[in-house]
């Protein structure tokens, strides 16, 4: 099929390749316009846009798709489908009308279920067991096409938002590439969406990444799991920010100590780690990344940092 692709981040990588390697006519690939990153600030590209230029694919970046000209380049290229995954600007009507079978898109979460920006964190904050993926056809509200093809994927004890991601953006591009025949065959065996059953998944930020001694283990190692890498949880330890990258529930280890409050430390030693207690037990962090520094594990931050029973994270 002709195509014009859609999309920006890591996660829509394996779509442009699989589409790539599967003989499809690319038309021409978008993604946003580059922007700071790093340290230094300096201008970098996009993964899709890397990708798009490995494979001597031309790349458009246009800062709307509300404008004109960009309309008008898009009709030009006479695209039978536009593919869509996590671009992360919405596509005007003028434009979803422009392709003969419509604009098809990827969503790491079995909808109706976790409709918006972070359905894969919300899935792993909400404790959830399994997920998946799905392909709909776009209309003009936010996630709520039809359902073209769904494949479930069953989530893993310690899997976090990073790792979960790369396995859900493989999957995605085979479902996307076998949505694509299925189009061919119209819409009549597409699925409208259960609209009793919407869940949202908006944007998390920073601060949703403090993490409250106070909740239960397993709603923080949720949170820890849910926003690693990105936005991360964290906590302060002695005035300074200490992110959490990793988390157990230490089971075999006994608070003696009834005094300890939630985010104190109950124990440090090579035994049992460094052991936090929360709001019903103990966690034990397995992999912290203090202000400033590399990541480490629990040991290493005890015998670099020495906290001691006792101490507070906040």
């Not at 599967?22 to 201008?43: K, M, N, Y």
């Not at 671009?87 to 109706?112: C, E, M, Q, R, T």
């Not at 030693?269 to 480490?296: F, H, R, Y």
């Amino acid at each position: 099929m002709r195509i014009v692709f859609l999309g920006t981040p890591a996660f829509a990588v394996p779509t442009l390749e699989a589409l790539h390697h599967t003989g499809h006519e690319i038309l021409a690939v978008f993604a946003q316009p580059d922007r700071p990153a790093g340290r230094g600030r300096s201008i970098a590209f996009s993964p899709v846009k890397q990708k798009a230029v490995e494979l001597d694919l031309p790349v458009c970046q246009p800062a709307t798709l509300k404008d004109t000209a960009t309309v008008e380049h898009l009709s030009n290229l006479e695209p039978e489908v536009l593919v869509v995954v996590a671009y992360g600007l919405k596509l005007p009507n003028d434009i979803l009308n422009i392709p003969k079978y419509g604009a098809v898109n990827l969503h790491p979460s079995l909808l109706p279920k976790y409709r918006g920006a972070a359905p894969i964190n919300h899935t792993l904050l909400n404790g959830e067991q399994t997920t998946g993926v799905t392909s709909i056809l776009m209309n003009n509200r936010m996630d709520a096409g039809d359902i073209i093809l769904q494949e479930e994927a069953p989530i893993t004890d310690q899997e976090n938002a990073g790792e979960l991601e790369a396995r859900l953006a493989k999957l995605g591009a085979d479902l996307i590439v076998r949505s694509l025949e299925a189009m061919k065959g119209g819409r009549s065996a597409f699925a409208k969406q259960d609209e009793s059953l919407v869940t949202f998944a908006p944007k998390l930020s920073p601060k949703d990444g403090h993490i409250d001694w106070k909740r239960k283990s397993l709603e923080i190692q949720n949170q820890v799991r849910g926003l690693t890498p990105k936005p991360g949880a964290y906590a302060i330890f002695k005035e300074k920010r200490l992110e959490v990258l990793e988390t157990a529930p230490n089971i075999e280890y006994r608070i003696s100590n009834t005094e300890l409050r939630p985010g104190q430390v109950a124990a440090t030693d090579k035994n049992v780690g460094l052991v936090i207690k929360t709001g019903n037990g103990a966690l034990s962090l397995v992999k912290v990344k203090p202000q400033g520094k590399n990541v480490m594990s629990g040991d290493e931050f005890i015998r670099g940092y020495k906290p001691a029973a006792g101490d507070r994270l906040t």
